[in-house]
């Protein structure tokens, strides 16, 4: 599989519950038992082991083979009780009573000479041994490691059961593959996931949920499709999503369990349906023919998965530009009903945000995958911040109802394997994440379908297959606008307390500075509340592009706020040893106007018609059709 794979594969020795957080507090007492009574069996880390990840008193699953010590009554790994120093009281030993006297060792006679009266009837009593009170010690340890055992092979037995609730399917059901990428100069190659949202009726909740009783235990259909790439050196991400009305010539593909071949479509068909020809195998071979990207792992999640996911995570902020009701006069829509400004949803309400078309723009499925990635972008912005699930109990919660809800291929079906994953997709920064739309035109032969569009989906794919990221930060390729989620190590100042140094560099060989530039740009910035913004008077070099530079990581965030008021990409904020504070250098691309000039397309950037949209953008409102306000 990917590199998300984790060597070997869950052990019974490394925890995995217990690796992955999920074991923390489930067994109340433990910490308890294992504090006071001190035991430690195999795997068992103490207060005092040091680099642990389990965390304190907590147990890995012991070896089912290992038993307790019958000669000694000693359980294996745990440690014998060590003897008191002589004259010291201890198991095994009675204290002197106040006459100072010690127990007879094993054989003296049961009276001693001397003995005052009295003394002889208490000691002609039978005693307890002292190998007896060793055993009752050394039992009571040995029930202290079983209850120790028992707490960590439960772990074991909880991370079992979410790997049990997750379904699984094969990856790949058609008759070809694409060809897997080329590895960087690292040796690191990129990730490829097809997230599929189906929109089976095959059960009572999802029959609620979705509605068309008519349909109910028909075959299901892929009305969510998105392809998420993973850079190789996962730096960042892209997630393109192909329109449910999409029209392709679906490959032959082969049901994995009854056997029965789908023979390749003579014509083009809805893509949606390439999820009853087999199963979502068959939509990853569609994708690969389609894009030549090699997909690496699908995951599929149905209508009750969606509520159960969502109310687990708990409300994702969305936001509308107005008053919307997704309600026609025939009954149709998603029911959806949401106050302009943004709103935190989560459960049947996260569930018809993402199914709303009636309402949003033109009413389109392009629409509606737009209000998608609005939604996928705020939600992996709350997971990042863990926001309300920070207790265990909601984490546990959360993977519960994940691993009920999602279909998974077969190398990606284990906890272990979807919390690398997880890993792996945390390394990207909101900012470096781009949310995308296959390039589309509507069809010629189905005014209510669309098809690829030629050229620019190519355009798209390439981006993929190469590797190249769709915000516009590799190569050559000018990068996005700033956003105010963009931070650097250092957060901007206020712009009135920023100093910017102003210089006109605008000449180039055949031409000379345009007379007074740098003071044009000092009044734009003063505007903008840069009110400590100067000229530069002295002479400087000639400069082909514009550019904001900045001396040192303190000074990044001031340097950006910059950038942010005059409308320039990030790209064009660097790290200079040429400067001592915050400077602009106007290059001979601006040489007129206050509005910065949209640089041209660069073959490396993604095509104005996917509709790009930065992950970091939490300003994005859906457009409310005005026929769908309230």
Known sequence: MGSARSEGGPERDQDPAGALGWDDGLYEGRDAAVETGRAKVPGQRGAGDAGGVAGEGETEPEDPDEQPDRDSGTPVGVPEQPGPPDGESG????????????????????????????????????????????????????????????????????????????????????????????????????????????????????????????????????????????????????????????????????????????????????????????????????????????IDHFMMVDFAGVVSMADAIGGVPVCVDANLHSRTSDGKGSGLKLKKGTTEIKGEDALAWLRTRYGFGDGSDIARAKAQHMYMNSLVRKLRENTGLSSPNKLRNLAEEATEALTVDEELASVAELYALAEELKKVAPNRTTMATMPWIWSPSDRNRVEPKPDDAEQLFRLVREDIALDGRDGDSPSPSPSKDETSEDPAADPAEIAVLVRNGTGSQVAAPVSGRASDLVKLLTETGFTRATADQNQVENREETAILYPSAELEGDAQSVAEALGMPLGTVRKSAEVSGVTLEIGADWTEGDTFPKPEKSDNEPPDSAEALNGSDDTACMEVDPAFTW
């Open 91 to 294: 198991p095994g030993r009675r204290r002197p009573e106040a006459g100072g006297e010690r127990d007879a060792p094993d054989g003296a006679p049961d009276e001693a000479p001397g003995d005052a009266p009295g003394e002889a009837e208490e000691a002609a009593r039978p005693r307890k041994p002292k190998r007896r009170k060793r055993r009752i010690l050394a039992w009571t340890a040995a029930g202290l490691a079983l209850t120790l055992v028992a707490a960590g092979t439960a772990g074991w037995i909880y991370y079992q059961h979410l790997n049990d609730n997750l379904d699984r399917k094969p990856l790949h059901i058609g008759r070809s593959r694409a060809p897997e990428p080329t590895p960087n100069a690292a040796g690191q190659t990129p990730l490829n996931i097809l997230l599929i949202g189906s929109d089976a009726r095959d059960s009572e909740e999802n029959q609620r949920l979705g509605g068309a009783r008519e349909t109910f235990g028909g075959p299901a259909l892929a009305d969510v499709q998105m392809l998420l790439h993973l850079s190789a050196d996962r730096s960042n991400m892209s997630v393109i999503s192909m329109p449910r009305d999409t029209l392709l010539k679906i490959p032959e593909c082969t049901d994995p369990e009854s056997g029965k071949v789908y023979p390749a479509t003579v014509g083009t068909r809805m893509t949606n349906q390439t999820l009853m020809r087999g199963g979502p195998g068959c939509t990853v071979a569609t994708w690969e023919e389609l894009t030549g990207i090699r």
